[in-house]
């Protein structure tokens, strides 16, 4: 922790010139860096943890202190019982400014151990809140899936109303030989809140993830997702939506990255933004030179809702390898004209036809979630921000 300390003082903080800032309008509270001593008090359930019942076990992280954590199929373990050698962590402490931040200040953590051959059928689930007014968490959360064995585990990010906090989550997913994983992110932070979360999988010889991404909250919310298919044979799905309004950020950067054999992977992200708020995407599919076989495609689609709002799209690929079949593809732009007029002239007035193009829109993305059970209220939260814009005539 010194020495990721030190790393972090030396760190500049980010101009918005740097690449990895690119697209990126907003002044991080780097001023707030610092760790939380005691947890406040947890929030009520909301419509996302009170809509999940049957699970393997459950974990609640407040202010980055595992609170209470409990399962009879998992094995679960906290910071103090892991010996440092053996934690997960492929994010570099100079990745970047809050990187070595979560690296200096991280005080607690949970780990979970699907042990080999094990299959959970219920999802673990983990509820991840930030409570404390103007303060800084460092969750961490690493899940090791055994040789063979099949697990899922759902992750929702919640804070208290109107509180201005950071939290800087960090996620390791590892797979083993032959393991199954699916993974469901709910981030439903207030908008007084802002997070940076850096997640990373990891995948062995035939391992297969499924990896989902539900954004609402924050002013401002990035997700910095790298997957790692190292083991010949791998395969990941990542699928995703986002839903902007107010003066939110939503921003996205993804890399996946091919190493092994006959690997395979798919992005597939939708979101919109109303208001004045705007998204960001950048996504790189990189091929390494003997990662033969290769099949991955990458796919953003956004809409605009408002004149004041705007979505940036930059899907790329690094191509070291010529035995690959790949594809991006991205799209930014209002909601389909012809198909309004296609509705309108079935005899549905302008109000139905826009919303049953935003219903269909995302439902195609909430179809492919990899975790059911969440499809009603994911779905009636998207909706409900779009009605409640739509009636009060903020939508272009």
Same mark, same amino acid.
């Given at each position: 922790m010194e020495a990721a300390f030190e790393v972090f003082s030396k760190l500049e903080e980010p101009? &918005?010139? +740097? +690449?990895d800032w690119r697209y990126v309008e907003y002044n991080l509270p780097f001023s707030r860096l610092a760790p939380v001593g005691e947890p406040g008090s947890p929030v009520p359930p909301g419509p996302f943890v009170g809509a999940i019942e049957a699970t393997s076990g459950k974990a609640l992280i407040v202010d980055g202190t595992v609170v209470e954590s409990s399962s009879d199929q998992l094995v679960v373990r906290r910071l103090v019982d892991i010996e440092p050698e053996r934690l997960l962590n492929r994010v570099p402490v100079d990745h970047n400014k809050l990187a070595a931040a979560h690296a200096a200040f991280a005080h607690d953590g949970l780990f979970l151990d699907v042990p080999e051959g094990a299959v959970v059928e219920n999802? !673990?689930?983990?509820? #991840?809140?930030?409570?404390?007014?103007?303060?800084? $968490? /460092?969750p961490h959360i690493s899940v090791r899936v055994g040789e063979r064995a099949e697990?899922?585990?759902?992750?929702?990010?919640?804070?208290?109303?109107?509180? $201005? #906090?950071?939290?800087?989550?960090q996620i390791h997913l590892e797979l083993g030989q032959g393991a199954n994983l699916r993974f469901l992110s709910l981030q439903n932070l207030d908008h007084a809140a802002t997070t940076v979360t850096h997640q990373r999988v990891v995948l062995g010889r035939d391992a297969t993830a499924r990896i989902g991404e539900v954004g609402l909250g924050g002013d401002f919310a990035r997700l910095d997702l790298a997957v790692e298919l190292e083991g010949d044979g791998s395969s990941a799905e990542t699928v995703g939506l986002y839903f902007g309004e107010g003066t939110q950020t939503l921003d996205y950067r993804m890399v996946i990255r091919h190493?092994?054999?006959?690997? $395979?992977?798919?992005? /597939?992200?939708? &979101?919109?933004?109303?208001?004045e708020s705007q998204?960001? /995407?950048? &996504?790189? #599919?990189?091929?390494?030179?003997?990662?033969?076989?290769?099949?991955t495609f990458e796919t953003n689609r956004n809409l605009v809702l408002s004149e004041g709002a705007k979505a940036n799209s930059v899907p790329n690929l690094e191509i070291l390898c010529d035995d690959v079949v790949c594809g991006h593809g991205s799209s930014v732009g209002p909601p389909d004209e012809e198909s309004l007029y296609y509705l309108q002239s079935r005899g549905l007035p302008l109000p139905t036809a826009e919303r049953l193009l935003i219903k269909g829109f995302f439902q195609e993305v909430i179809d492919r979630l990899p975790i059911g059970g969440m499809e009603e209220p994911?779905?009636?939260?998207? /909706?409900?921000? !779009?009605?409640?814009?739509?009636?009060? &005539?903020?939508?272009a």
């Open positions: 101009t &918005g010139a +740097e +690449e999802p !673990f689930l983990i509820d #991840l809140q930030g409570v404390t007014p103007g303060a800084a $968490s /460092f697990a899922s585990v759902i992750v929702v990010y919640r804070s208290a109303p109107g509180e $201005s #906090l950071l939290m800087v989550p190493a092994g054999k006959h690997t $395979s992977s798919d992005v /597939f992200l939708k &979101g919109a933004v109303e208001d998204s960001v /995407f950048t &996504g790189l #599919l990189r091929i390494e030179k003997d990662a033969v076989g290769t099949s994911i779905a009636d939260e998207v /909706f409900r921000r !779009f009605v409640a814009h739509q009636s009060e &005539g903020q939508v």
